[in-house]
């Protein structure tokens, strides 16, 4: 069974720092696409980042330089360090496995599982 | 958001709805498929369609997606009150070079 666990959310002042840990089991992060999704209270979804199973790695522009998402194969768990936050990185994190399909030349991506979420604060 | 969706919904016990989803020519214009979550009070967001069109395993044939043009829908048919919720499409866009999401939707059955 798949399943995705997030920790590491709470409450942080603007300007500091924050590692959020997905723990995932059921199947193996290095073998497959993961991204951080987010969603600030009472509001829509907001797509953060991604990692490919090779490794390349994708950001949102309004966390690009701030954030940044890695893995880790032995422990089978994701990551999101993020660096410098504002009061509107204030939300919900969610783990969430990637499906992607199509070419090279249009790489399509869909969620196919999510975790609970994890929620983090900036505030003063 | 870069997809837009109605802000509500709503409807009986039993009756049909559908939930639009309107993009533009760099998302699913371009030919990017679209895919609709379901988020329960509380929860976290569950995949209900896939590529326009497909269920996961579980998911009622109750919902179904379709895609034409710039846009897409959903529909529910027999509605209950478990389907109570908000319902996000996304897609990818490729001027943003990332995946998107409309603003949801929030479903209320009367």
């Known amino acids: 069974e798949v399943q995705l666990v997030e920790t590491g959310g709470g409450l942080i002042h603007p300007g500091g720092s924050l590692r959020l840990s997905c723990a995932a089991s059921g199947f193996a992060v290095s073998n497959n696409f993961m991204s951080w999704v987010r969603q600030a209270p009472g509001k829509g979804l907001e797509w953060v980042s991604l990692?490919?199973?090779?490794?390349?790695?994708y950001y949102a522009d309004s966390v690009k330089g701030r954030f940044s998402i890695s893995r880790d194969n032995s422990e089978n768990t994701l990551y999101l360090q993020m660096n410098i936050l504002r009061a509107e990185d204030t939300a919900v994190y969610f783990c969430?496995?990637?499906?992607?399909?199509?070419?090279?030349?249009?790489?399509?991506?869909?969620?196919?599982?999510w975790g609970h979420g994890t929620l983090v604060t900036v505030s003063s | 958001s870069v997809l837009t969706q109605p802000p509500s919904v709503s409807g009986a016990p039993g009756q049909r709805v559908t939930i639009s989803c309107t993009g533009s020519t760099s998302n699913i214009g371009a030919g990017y498929d679209v895919h609709w979550y379901q988020q329960l009070p509380g929860t976290a967001p569950q995949l209900l369609i896939y590529?326009?069109?497909n269920r996961p395993s579980g998911v009622p044939d109750r919902f179904s997606g379709s895609k034409s043009g710039t846009s897409a829908s959903l529909a529910i048919t027999g509605l209950q009150a478990e389907d109570e919720a908000d319902y996000y499409c996304?897609?990818?866009?490729?001027?943003?070079?990332?995946?998107?999401f409309g603003g949801g939707t929030k479903l209320t059955v009367l």
């Open positions: 996304q897609s990818y866009d490729t001027s943003l070079r990332g995946s998107i």
């Open positions: 969430a496995r990637v499906k992607e399909y199509g070419t090279i030349y249009h790489r399509e991506f869909y969620f196919d599982y």
């Open positions: 590529t326009n069109r």
């Open positions: 990692i490919y199973s090779g490794g390349s790695t």
